[in-house]
């Protein structure tokens, strides 16, 4: 299966879109100097290629006083792909990348306590097969957050381990 190519107008709407998804295809049409029904068309195959998505994303202000937690990881270098699955599959991670540099997976949680956090990094993580070493760091002042790049929401209505 070919895989579309985003072109120039696609990469145009994906702009707009990421300023305000609720913008109507007939505002983005005029914006662009195009039909609403190219503009309808187009966001239709990149919602359907994967290239877009459309979410909420709630206001952290609103959610009590959830802690940030970044957890380094030195693994086993063998392991690191395995590994870096294992620890995504754990509740209460919310984003999980393979670095270059200090650590060779970082996984980033929210969690509502601080107890919750030590529990995945002791129990959840640090058993697991390929981990060498982990270190936590707690965020305690964000300067800037662009959830464009990151969403990092609570599980809503979902339970917690």
């Known amino acids: 299966m070919t ?3 985003l072109d120039d107008l696609d990469h145009k709407i ?3 879109l990421g300023k305000d998804a609720r913008v109507s295809n007939r505002k ?3 914006s662009l100097s195009v039909t609403e029904g190219t503009i309808r068309g187009r966001i239709k195959r990149l919602q359907e290629e994967n290239y877009i998505r459309f979410t909420a994303i709630t206001n952290p202000a609103h959610l009590g006083n959830p802690r940030l937690v970044l957890i380094g990881i030195l693994a086993v270098q063998s392991s690191v792909s395995d590994l870096a699955q294992a620890v995504a599959d754990i509740d ?3 984003a999980v990348v393979i670095t270059l540099g200090r650590f060779d997976i970082l996984a980033v949680g929210l969690f509502d306590e601080i107890e919750m956090a030590l529990e995945v990094a ?3 993580i640090l058993p697991l097969p390929g981990v060498r070493h982990i ?3 707690i965020v305690v002042k964000t300067l800037k957050y662009n959830s464009r ?3 990092i ?3 809503i209505g979902r339970k917690r381990t």
């Open 3 to 5: 895989r579309y190519h």
């Open 14 to 16: 994906i702009d707009v």
């Open 28 to 30: 983005i049409a005029a």
């Open 92 to 94: 209460g991670i919310r």
């Open 122 to 124: 002791n129990n959840s």
């Open 135 to 137: 270190e936590t760091s």
């Open 149 to 151: 790049f990151a969403k």
């Open 153 to 155: 929401v609570p599980n």
